[in-house]
């Protein structure tokens, strides 16, 4: 039978409901668990790929090509829960389905209400997940206890113990305890009224995980436990980490979290293996060596905008026993001041993807920046389109190259839009989505990294590489390295003379995780490492 935990948060957003929620998953399965993680979203957008960066952060790519919350991003990083469609619900979804079902006549003539139809259709979403091969279905759900939106769905999870007996179910809640500096003292008010609300919904939660900055000491631990009906052991502390996010799995189980939950779901499991993770916090707290690398985006002041990226040049950096200092510039800068200053000193430059035209041209400068003093350059995405640009106007000669998406009427679109996306008008779920495979060509560095002729990649874009400019672009030194199955579409392209110049169509950041960094990533950053060693002289055309 599987169990089901539900992760809640109170008091204020932004306590790190997702990373908790991973590293309980990643401990899980560490004890020989088959996990499986989902997160249930409040919002109404039907998924966040229509929503801006500002608002949302990240969209993360699942390999089956949906677009969900960049929470699901620290799902796969800590555990190896396969993610599809169905971890990521939001009310958006659900209201459709309920609908669909409504103009088809299933509900049978009578009133389609949130409870119990909507709530009867998140449960649904829920009991996906709980195939017989699963141990324990992690659920999150998105948003703060108190607000309106979330409502049916902790209906729906209250209802869920009922269904399927309360020892097959176990409710986390995570909240904040606050320092008041003024007081000199811990504040476990909020977290009394956050359990307060959750029980006059009619849940009761089985385990209570404190963010706080400082050490929550017994005697608060206790009075929590006192006032929201949990005994003290079952009040979890979750100290800020200054240091990185990859230590929370570790502190948890210093406070006794992972026993908590198997005791409490009666889990039989074996124990807990976490010497390679252990070895990495080791590994990041003592780097043998220091590296700079410049982020050039349109959001890159926006602190979640590109995360899998940040995690992914990390995840290379401990691979090379390196620390990545990361340099966060707005391609918008770069066209105000010019890429010299903003530039210096940096070891590597990356462009990330992103849509719209504000900052390209920022961007086209850094990678002429980047391509003639022979810095190691990784374009992902806009970024490989950026780089197309870049090489057509200033190697090929063509002045006026650019991308349809900014310049419809460029007498050189040497990025442009393949015909079946040419009608599309609907913009949810339409771009080209979800892991693609490419060839890798022989002699290329992609091949060398990868080590293997074929890979699979995520990819979210609209736009291609325009194959009319491919011979122009290999006379003048561009190896297309790596092509999409059937040969037609651009998937990484290579600068020849260049000491690491790749850029590639799809997102490999997704698919890096902190014991295993990517291939690509891992050759980024090696060629950032060697970057003293190279002859810096300047090329220009
Ligand atoms: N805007 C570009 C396109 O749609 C690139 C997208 C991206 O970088 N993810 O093709």
Known sequence: MTKFIFVTGGVVSSLGKGLTSASIGMLLERRGLRV????????????????????????????????????????????????TRHSNYTTGQIYQTVIEKERRGEFLGKTVQVIPHITNEIKRCIHKLADDDVDVVITEIGGTVGDIESQPFLEAIRQFSTDVGKANCLYIHLTLV???????????????HSVGQLRQI??????????????????????????????IEAVIEERDKDFSIYEVPISLVDHGLDQLVVDQLSLKTR????????????????????????????????????????????????EHYAQVRVGRIESEEIEREGPERLLAGYDGILVPGGFG?????????????????????FGICLGLQCAAIEFARNVVGLSGANSTEFDKDTPDPVICLLDEQKNITFKGGTMRLGAQVSDLTA???????????????????????????RKQFEAHGMLFAGTSDNGELVEIMELVDHPWFVAVQFHPEFKSKPTQSHPLFSGFIQAALRRENVDVEITSH
Not at 445 to 469: C, K, L, M, P, Q
């Open 202 to 231: 009619g849940i009761q939660p089985d385990i209570l995980i404190c963010r706080s900055e400082r050490s929550i000491g017994s005697e608060e631990r206790e009075k929590i436990g006192l006032f929201c009906n949990l005994p």
């Open 443 to 469: 002699d290329s560095r992609a091949r060398d990294w990868y080590g293997t002729t074929t890979i699979s990649e995520r990819h979210r874009h609209r736009y291609e590489f325009n194959n009319v400019y």
């Open 178 to 192: 606050p320092y008041l500096k003024a007081a000199g003292e811990l504040k476990t008010k909020p977290t009394q």
């Open 271 to 318: 124990s807990l293996d976490l010497d390679d993770w252990r070895e990495l916090i080791h590994r990041m707290r003592n780097p043998e060596t220091e590296i700079s690398i410049a982020v050039v985006g349109k959001y890159a002041k926006h602190k979640d905008a590109y995360k899998s990226i940040y995690e992914a040049i990390d995840h290379a950096g401990l």
């Open 36 to 83: 499986r993680m989902q997160k249930l979203d409040p919002y109404i957008n039907v998924d966040p790929g229509t929503m801006s960066p500002y608002q949302h952060g990240e969209v993360y790519v699942l390999d089956d090509g949906s677009e969900t919350d960049l929470d699901l991003g620290h799902y796969e990083r800590f555990t190896n829960s396969p993610l």
């Open 357 to 377: 035209e504000r900052g390209t041209e920022g961007k086209v400068e850094t990678i002429r920046f980047a391509r003639e003093r022979k810095i190691p350059f």
